[in-house]
């Protein structure tokens, strides 16, 4: 069976996420759970910088592939940036941040899958 194209992205993105040294890169499977996006990348960083350039690397390579951002917000404090590209929605936390909120505990029937 082929991946869909959503899937896909999302993969890609957590790939360059581990790139810059993410840390525990995941992928939520939102399909039949909510109709705000199918997927969520989630992953984090140490400090603001690592966060910052997590996503400026995950921007410029999925452009690299034709895929442009829809939407991004928190860039500028660095502790949680969202990229939206529609049918993904990829977070890049600080740690704290990330323990903070608790996408993966809110999200929890989602399926998940670990990208290494």
């Known amino acids: 069976m082929a991946v869909n194209k959503a899937l896909h992205l999302a993969r890609k993105a957590g790939e360059y996420a581990l790139g810059k040294k993410a840390d525990e890169v995941k992928i939520l499977d939102l399909r039949g759970i909510t109709s705000i996006t199918d997927y969520f990348v989630i992953c984090s960083g140490d400090a603001d910088i690592q966060v910052k350039a997590i996503a400026d690397s995950i921007i410029a390579k999925l452009r690299e ?6 939407h991004i917000e928190g860039y500028e404090s660095g502790r949680w940036v969202l990229l939206d ?4 929605v990829i977070h890049v936390f600080l740690k704290e941040a990330r323990e903070f909120y608790g996408l993966e505990r809110l999200w929890g029937d989602a399926p998940t899958e670990c990208v290494q």
């Open 85 to 88: 590209f529609v049918d993904v």
């Open 65 to 70: 592939d034709n895929i442009d951002v829809w």
